[in-house]
């Protein structure tokens, strides 16, 4: 197998780092509404760290892109 | 067709060369000068007229400056107002070029890893000048957090060690790898688009208007998170709570 065939094959292994952020966008999404839900004199409040922590989780993802770039740079 | 990632690559503009360092203006350099331009422009006229009850622009400038404020306030603690200017400029400048890369035809100088590193280093040595500063060599008392049992500190020590390494890299290249990947994911739907029949092709071409309005979110939401993380290091920093 050449190193380009090999290059391919590990930028595609990276973007399924992706799916892990998909569970915590779920996640951070799903408790906000959950929070909001039981208290919703406390959305606006909720509602800063509700985006904090969605910019956090999807730059994880990004990462994985990252990786992607860094094998391609190598191929 | 060409890379998606074309786009990201710099020209050279005019070639310079000082003291044996590349100081070559590219594209990224003038879109740089414009974005401070335009923060510049926008505060001037802001303060052009200063009135009790603001018109449009100082009403913008305010709402600006008063939500870094309230930011550094909150996350600083009592000596917070002192971080104020340099948050403002940093939120404003990161702001501005995020946007401006969503201009069409425009360049993000965002989407570049060492801009985005410059700024986080600078942050995070800033963070650390005022640690050893206010607190001198007990600053290192960072790296223990507070009610560790005694046994346990020979393992949080490198622990805590790297997740300080880790700051300066993360904060950096969050901002790059947001950027990057939203003007990739921009160019793939465009080359779609272009490169399916009419009949297809829509699609993609539809998607970019949503994946457009996502980014100028993203755009917000970056140089929002960059300033918080600033914020929450140099209150670190202040504080040393733990």
Same mark, same amino acid.
């Given at each position: 197998m050449g190193t380009d065939a090999a290059a391919l094959i590990g930028m595609g292994m990276a973007a399924a780092g992706f799916a892990g952020s998909g569970v915590g966008i779920g996640y951070v999404f799903g408790k906000m509404i959950e929070a909001v839900a039981r208290q919703p004199g406390a959305e606006a409040r909720v509602g800063k760290y509700l985006w904090i922590g969605f910019a956090l989780t999807e730059a994880i993802a990004l990462y994985a892109l990252v990786v992607a770039f860094i094998i391609m740079g190598r191929a | 067709m060409e890379s998606p990632l074309h786009h990201f690559e710099l020209h050279r503009l005019v070639d310079l060369h000082l003291f044996g360092l590349d100081l070559s203006i590219n594209q990224g350099v003038v879109t740089m000068w414009l974005a401070v331009a335009a923060v510049f422009t926008l505060f001037a006229v802001a303060a052009a007229k200063r009135e009790t009850v603001p018109g449009m622009v100082q009403n913008v400038a305010e709402i600006g400056v008063e939500f870094i404020r309230d930011m550094a306030e909150d996350n600083i603690g009592p000596n917070g107002h002192r971080y104020v200017p340099f948050l403002i400029a940093l939120f404003l400048f990161v702001l501005f070029l995020n946007m401006w @890369? =969503? =201009?069409? @035809?425009?360049? #993000?100088? #965002?989407?570049q890893l060492i801009v985005t590193a410059t700024l986080a280093l600078a942050v995070y040595a800033i963070s650390l000048g005022v640690g050893f500063f206010k607190h @001198? &060599? @007990?600053? =290192?008392? &960072? =790296?223990v957090p507070g009610g560790t049992p005694g046994w346990l500190i020979p393992l949080m020590i490198p622990v805590e060690i790297l997740s300080q390494l880790a700051r300066p890299l993360s904060l950096s290249v969050r901002l790059f790898a947001n950027m990057t990947a939203g003007h990739t994911i921009l160019a793939v739907l465009f080359g779609m688009a272009l490169s399916l029949p009419l009949w297809a092709g829509w699609l993609p071409f539809g998607l970019t208007v949503l994946i457009n309005a996502l980014e100028l979110f993203i755009a917000f939401i970056q140089a929002y998170i960059f300033v918080m993380l600033s914020c929450v290091y140099f209150g670190d920093a202040e504080n040393l709570a733990h």
């Amino acid at each position: 197998m050449g190193t380009d065939a090999a290059a391919l094959i590990g930028m595609g292994m990276a973007a399924a780092g992706f799916a892990g952020s998909g569970v915590g966008i779920g996640y951070v999404f799903g408790k906000m509404i959950e929070a909001v839900a039981r208290q919703p004199g406390a959305e606006a409040r909720v509602g800063k760290y509700l985006w904090i922590g969605f910019a956090l989780t999807e730059a994880i993802a990004l990462y994985a892109l990252v990786v992607a770039f860094i094998i391609m740079g190598r191929a | 067709m060409e890379s998606p990632l074309h786009h990201f690559e710099l020209h050279r503009l005019v070639d310079l060369h000082l003291f044996g360092l590349d100081l070559s203006i590219n594209q990224g350099v003038v879109t740089m000068w414009l974005a401070v331009a335009a923060v510049f422009t926008l505060f001037a006229v802001a303060a052009a007229k200063r009135e009790t009850v603001p018109g449009m622009v100082q009403n913008v400038a305010e709402i600006g400056v008063e939500f870094i404020r309230d930011m550094a306030e909150d996350n600083i603690g009592p000596n917070g107002h002192r971080y104020v200017p340099f948050l403002i400029a940093l939120f404003l400048f990161v702001l501005f070029l995020n946007m401006w @890369g =969503l =201009l069409p @035809g425009q360049f #993000t100088v #965002t989407s570049q890893l060492i801009v985005t590193a410059t700024l986080a280093l600078a942050v995070y040595a800033i963070s650390l000048g005022v640690g050893f500063f206010k607190h @001198g &060599i @007990g600053f =290192l008392r &960072i =790296l223990v957090p507070g009610g560790t049992p005694g046994w346990l500190i020979p393992l949080m020590i490198p622990v805590e060690i790297l997740s300080q390494l880790a700051r300066p890299l993360s904060l950096s290249v969050r901002l790059f790898a947001n950027m990057t990947a939203g003007h990739t994911i921009l160019a793939v739907l465009f080359g779609m688009a272009l490169s399916l029949p009419l009949w297809a092709g829509w699609l993609p071409f539809g998607l970019t208007v949503l994946i457009n309005a996502l980014e100028l979110f993203i755009a917000f939401i970056q140089a929002y998170i960059f300033v918080m993380l600033s914020c929450v290091y140099f209150g670190d920093a202040e504080n040393l709570a733990h």
